[in-house]
């Protein structure tokens, strides 16, 4: 198991305070019992205060590494660069996995690095394209500063010469882990309230489509939370088996 990687600093006001209680004459020629106390509550508070601003600057830090990774793997996915996706997921990890509308998991790195590789074939198709936009970031870090969960909005579309124009509307979910200081990508699920063609309202859409069956790897396990508008919107409560915002952990 990684270690914490959030250590609290040792500094040399600690040194330097030692040394000073060290020094001091037991008989009463240093300093006194009481400016001792003081002295020890200062740097004690010093710590204190050190070690909470160098958490601070590692959130923010892991915030900005954290966005900056999603950003890399849409861009990627928009530009057609899919042999750089994999990179940046967690491969090692058994039950990494990424899954899209009804696409299905795919699970474990062979998996996804199967399914990227099958979207190398997009690139012969004349018109393809896929951009996901990635919006109102809610993100929660560990305590530890070890993984984190978030919740993304994504207002998309595609095209092919095959399907034409259709949006792709929905939040996307995606945990991550930290492995030896870098961000990965943990599981991600873009699940989508509508995906229909560009000349239909969502409202009046017949279907949302599919993506099930149309890349030449299969998934390892059914889509788990993927529900189109078309099927839910008669429905009370519809966003019920949407997960919550992550809570802190």
Not at 127 to 146: Q, R
Request: charged share 20%.
């Amino acid at each position: 198991m990684q270690a914490n990687t959030r250590k609290p600093l040792v500094t040399i006001a600690t040194l330097s305070a030692l040394l000073l209680l060290s020094s001091c004459n037991p008989a009463g020629n240093g300093a006194s019992d009481a400016q001792l106390a003081a002295l020890a509550t200062r740097v004690t508070n010093l710590e204190a205060g050190l070690t909470a601003g160098k958490l601070r600057v590692e959130y923010l830090e892991d915030m900005n590494a954290i966005q900056k990774l999603q950003a890399k793997y849409l861009h990627s996915l928009f530009t057609q660069r899919y042999e750089n996706i994999p990179a940046l997921f967690a491969l090692d990890k058994p039950d990494v996995s990424v899954e899209f509308s009804d696409s299905g998991v795919y699970r474990g790195g062979d998996s996804v690095r199967g399914l990227y590789k099958a979207f190398e074939a997009t690139r012969n198709a004349p018109g393809f394209f896929l951009m996901h936009l990635a919006v109102d970031p809610y993100i929660e870090i560990a305590k530890d500063g070890l993984s984190a969960k978030a919740h993304w909005l994504s207002p998309g579309v595609s095209n092919s010469a095959r399907n034409g124009s259709s949006w792709i509307w929905g939040p996307y979910y995606v945990d991550y882990v930290k492995e030896d200081g870098a961000w990965k990508i943990h599981h991600s699920n873009l699940a989508p309230l509508f995906r229909n063609p560009y000349n239909y309202s969502w409202n009046d859409a017949p279907n949302h489509g599919s993506v099930n069956g149309q890349l030449s790897v299969k998934p390892d396990e059914p889509s788990t939370i993927y529900r189109p508008f078309n099927e839910v919107k008669k429905e009370p409560n519809m966003f019920r088996n949407n997960p919550d915002l992550p809570a802190p952990y």
